[in-house]
């Protein structure tokens, strides 16, 4: 049997941790902050399941992920539609028919290809290099610089033409009337919240959990005493950042309890102009139906921020320079660091989404048991 140490109670930390447990191994892990879950954790304000780390959707197309997470928590048929808000105007999101109806008033799908490759021409068919390029090559002009430019300024504090394409290509194009923000078979948000699904997956016998612990206060004398550790933090502090500084994007949040029912009338509306500083507003309790305290209603602006050591890192910034040197760090641990796991956005620097999360973790988990 072996002895591990998880840093980090985030949602891959506990999978692995759930899977190590189930097969027998000991395991213990360690969390920085007071609290469990990482940036899943929500927690309950006047009956109202408040996303602590921003809006947090569950959507996957690998029924492997979805049947497993079912064991954790029962899930509603949440479907996120987003609205964007441009000024004042309101505009359907992802970009699909109601989007293209409002903005042109083009009512089938042929008027709206027809409008998006006359504003695409700009490009002069070239292929697309940048994030710019690529949502001009998407959806034309217009819509790019009403609902993606500002946005994605503010978000990622760089300009559209310095920011890789892939990351526009989250979002789906449609040619249909269907404001379902995924194109994944399976979506939906887990009735009383994301904290209960790693509390039941540490709940495990074979798991012992230490919060406020920070893993670089003694990290000599974890790696000597433990047989394996799984390190979901970042995997460039790990080498206390001998290849050099990944680059990272941090958030501030700001949450209030308003004493109203409803206060935007959506989970999440967007404001994709450049000047209004936050990038989103979310309404918790649309996450579950209006769940929650009469005449309560708990909202969170979410403001992008830059990232400097000491801040939470909650993207990273996968250009071509960064993901060099994630290699160069990967190669390095290979080497240098052969009884460490890396796992997780962080630890493997990726956009992951939670579903590629525990995925990830699974797949980690097959080689790590051979099964
Ligand atoms: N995006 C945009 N306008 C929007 C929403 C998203 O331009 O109203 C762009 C932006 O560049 C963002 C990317 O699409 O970084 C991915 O959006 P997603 O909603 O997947 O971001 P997340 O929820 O992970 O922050």
């Known amino acids: 049997m072996t002895n591990y140490l998880i840093v980090g109670a985030g949602l891959f930390g506990a999978t692995f941790a759930y899977e190590a447990a189930k097969r027998g191994h000991q395991v213990k892990v360690i969390e920085k902050r007071n609290h469990i879950a990482g940036n899943i954790y929500t927690k309950e304000v006047h009956g109202i399941q408040v996303h602590q780390f921003g809006a947090h959707i569950f959507h996957t197309s690998n029924k492997e992920v979805w049947d497993y997470v079912q064991q954790f928590a029962e899930f509603n048929r949440y479907t996120n539609a987003p609205v964007a808000n441009y000024n004042g105007e309101i505009y359907n999101l992802p970009f699909n028919m109601n989007t293209f109806n409002k903005l042109w008033g083009v009512v089938t799908p042929q008027e709206a290809m027809a409008k998006i490759e006359e504003q695409k021409a700009v490009l002069g068919g070239k292929e697309p290099e940048n994030l710019e390029e690529q949502a001009i ?25 310095e920011l890789p394409a892939f990351i526009i290509k989250r979002l789906p194009v449609r040619l249909t009337y269907d404001n379902n923000y995924f194109n994944d078979l399976y979506q939906g948000i887990p009735m009383g919240g994301y904290t209960q699904i790693v509390e039941k997956m540490l709940g495990h016998e074979n798991i012992t959990v230490e919060t ?48 109203e029912d409803n206060y935007q009338g959506n989970a999440v509306v967007n404001y994709t102009d450049a000047e209004t500083p936050y990038t989103r507003i979310i309404e918790h309790k649309h996450f579950e139906y209006g769940k929650g305290e009469k005449g309560k209603t708990v909202i969170t602006r979410e403001y992008p921020a830059d990232w400097q050591r000491g801040d939470e890192p909650y993207y990273p910034v996968n250009n ?3 993901n060099e040197m994630y290699q160069a760090y990967k190669a390095y641990a290979a080497k240098n660091a052969s009884n460490v ?20 973790a699974l797949e980690i988990v097959r080689e790590e048991f051979k099964g």
């Open 137 to 161: 090559s998407l959806i034309g002009t217009d819509i790019y610089e009403k609902l993606i430019k500002g946005y994605t300024e503010k978000q990622w504090g760089r300009k559209a033409t």
């Open 212 to 259: 406020g612990v920070d893993f670089f206060d003694k990290k000599d004398q974890y790696l000597a005493e433990f047989d394996k550790v799984v390190f979901t933090g970042m995997i460039d502090q790990f080498f206390n950042y001998e290849l050099g500084e990944l680059e990272y994007r941090s958030l501030r949040f700001e949450t209030e309890i308003l004493d």
């Open 320 to 322: 071509e320079r960064n």
């Open 341 to 360: 796991i890396f796992g997780g956005r962080l630890g493997q620097y990726k956009y992951y989404n939670m579903d590629q999360v525990i995925a990830a």
